[in-house]
């Protein structure tokens, strides 16, 4: 299996992963320019696609849906609410959505995926874990919390996307409202660099090697802080042999084959 994360961040979100033949994308929040640029950057033919999954109705998660899936014929797989979240904002379009229930598991081509709800304040929140063979990948990229759903999909997981959004310190010293800081540290906001290092404290599986920090707030958060909380935290924990790595809005990461 491989993963390339094309952006991440909360100007626009979309990851690649390929595995038993098939390539498909989480998320489309890019416009359609950048993800077809990140996308032949990567390596990987936009036209070829085996499907694109939908975590949440936010705009940084659906923003190139429109262009995109009236230049290339891709399956869009969604739940019942993300997908009627996401139709409602394009009443013109009618998008041919392949339904997911969430925490049924689904296959597309070799991949098989779970879905798992998180918790995030849109219609129907899911995280992903991909699998192909014992092969296995974590994805969740916008949850305030940690649940014991959450954690248990880390499992066995080699790779994981995880959310690091904000150092707490610097969210409550920005210029943001409190309204709006209250949002984003809530329960169904967003996980902070202490909330994600602290999950991977108490439930890194052994199996995990790599750690890529998703969903880093430009304004409260820096990728040095994203990486040295989690690296104090699995240092703590005697995971010396887990590599972490912060994803940027603007650059493609680089493939992960594993
Ligand atoms: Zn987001
Ligand atoms: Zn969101």
Request: aromatic residues 6%; negative net charge; proline residues 3%.
């Amino acid at each position: 299996m491989d993963v390339c994360v094309l952006g991440s961040g909360s100007k626009g979100n979309c990851i690649a992963v390929s595995g038993g033949g098939t390539t498909v994308l989480v998320d489309l929040g890019l416009s359609t320019r950048q993800t077809v640029c990140r996308m032949r950057e990567a390596g990987i033919d936009p036209s070829a696609l085996g499907g694109i999954l939908f975590t949440h109705d936010h705009s940084d998660h659906y923003e190139g849906i429109e262009v995109f899936s009236r230049k290339f014929d891709v399956p869009l797989y969604a739940n019942e609410g993300t997908a009627d979240g996401i139709d409602r904002q394009f009443p013109a379009s009618r998008f041919a959505w392949t339904i997911f229930e969430t925490s049924r598991s689904l296959t597309i081509g070799g991949l098989t995926i779970d879905t798992f709800s998180v918790p995030h304040d849109a219609a129907d929140p899911v995280g992903f874990v991909f699998h192909e063979g014992d092969r296995h990948l974590f994805v969740a990229t916008d949850l305030g919390c940690v649940t014991t759903v959450v954690r248990s999909h880390l499992e066995a997981c080699q790779v994981a996307v995880l959310e690091s959004n904000h150092d707490y310190e610097m969210l409550m010293a920005s210029d943001r409202s409190y309204m709006l800081k209250q949002r984003i540290a809530g329960r169904s906001g967003h996980l902070s660099n202490d909330d994600a290092a602290e999950l991977i404290r108490c439930s890194a599986p052994d199996t995990l090697r790599r750690l890529l920090l998703a969903h880093l707030s430009e304004e409260c958060n820096t990728p040095q802080l994203a990486v040295s909380t989690m690296r104090r935290a699995l240092d703590a924990a005697g995971r010396e042999d887990v590599a972490v790595t912060a994803l940027s809005q603007n650059t493609v990461s680089e493939r992960i084959s594993f």
